[in-house]
């Protein structure tokens, strides 16, 4: 079981991030687009490229939040 975002989901061994956030978004039709967001795992910050090969553990803690411009 890992949290994304405070919500607890089911992982399979060896799934990636991207995996999961692809089951996510068939679910709900959205499109991520991990260049765009912030992600945290663990209270470990990951470029777009880790984030989208991060293979899951049991009990990750996975914040994917958008990236927000201005000033």
């Known amino acids: 079981m890992v949290?994304?975002?405070g919500a607890e989901y089911d992982f399979r061994?060896?799934?990636s991030l991207k995996e999961l956030v692809d089951d996510?978004?068939?679910d709900y039709c959205k499109l991520l687009?991990?260049?765009e967001?912030?992600?945290v795992i663990n209270n470990t910050g990951l470029t777009a490229v880790q984030a989208q090969e991060?293979?899951?553990s049991d009990n990750d803690k996975i914040f994917i939040v958008p990236m927000m411009d201005g000033g």
Do not use: E
Request: hydrophobic fraction near 50%; charged fraction near 15%; charge should be positive.
């Open 3 to 5: 949290r994304l975002n």
């Open 13 to 15: 061994p060896g799934m």
């Open 24 to 26: 996510y978004n068939a």
């Open 33 to 35: 687009d991990f260049n």
């Open 37 to 39: 967001f912030l992600v």
């Open 54 to 56: 991060k293979i899951l």
